[in-house]
């Protein structure tokens, strides 16, 4: 990586102030932090727990190639993009995604332009886990 890209994929638990400290510059004037947390229920059924998995090599590489893509669309400073793998329970952070930016359009775009990329190319995917069963969602290429 360089100094205005930081990419992982890691099975332990992401660590937020870390995150955005990173990102902190003296430079920039705005910082947009996104903050994927676990909900407890989805379409009215109680979540037990989320299983993330990863092909860790080809996410690396797209999520390398989202942060490039919003470094050369938009003027921002740094971005991070940090994903979880593992079993994850309500309340814990699989995702976190830090921009900074001289100016606040360009942090938040970046950010939105982030999370929405790596949910749709991204090949990581997350078995929601139910009282009841058990189901795939978000699978990707």
Same mark, same amino acid.
């Given at each position: 990586?360089?100094?205005?890209?930081?990419?992982?994929?890691? /099975?332990?638990? #992401?660590?937020?102030?870390?995150?955005?400290?990173?990102?902190? %510059?003296?430079?920039?004037?705005?910082?947009?932090?996104?903050?994927?947390?676990?909900?407890? !229920?989805?379409?009215?059924?109680?979540?037990?727990?989320?299983?993330?998995? /990863?092909?860790? %090599?080809?996410?690396?590489?797209?999520?390398?190639?989202? !942060?490039? /893509?919003? %470094? /050369?669309?938009?003027?921002?400073?740094?971005? #991070?993009?940090?994903?979880?793998?593992?079993? #994850?329970?309500?309340?814990?952070?699989?995702?976190?995604?830090?921009? %900074? !930016?001289?100016?606040?359009? &360009? &942090?938040?775009? !970046?950010?939105?332009?982030?999370?929405?990329? #790596?949910?749709?190319?991204?090949?990581?995917?997350?078995?929601?886990?139910?009282?009841?069963?058990?189901?795939?969602?978000?699978?990707?290429?």
């Amino acid at each position: 990586m360089n100094n205005t890209i930081d990419i992982k994929i890691s /099975a332990a638990p #992401l660590h937020t102030q870390a995150c955005i400290d990173w990102a902190m %510059s003296p430079h920039c004037g705005g910082i947009d932090v996104f903050i994927g947390t676990v909900r407890n !229920a989805t379409k009215g059924k109680n979540v037990i727990r989320l299983e993330f998995e /990863a092909y860790e %090599s080809m996410a690396v590489r797209e999520m390398t190639k989202i !942060a490039a /893509a919003a %470094s /050369a669309k938009w003027p921002i400073h740094k971005i #991070l993009i940090h994903h979880r793998t593992g079993v #994850l329970y309500p309340g814990d952070i699989p995702v976190i995604i830090v921009v %900074s !930016a001289a100016h606040r359009d &360009a &942090a938040f775009d !970046a950010c939105r332009y982030a999370i929405d990329t #790596l949910k749709q190319t991204v090949p990581i995917w997350k078995k929601e886990v139910f009282e009841d069963g058990e189901v795939w969602v978000a699978a990707h290429p």
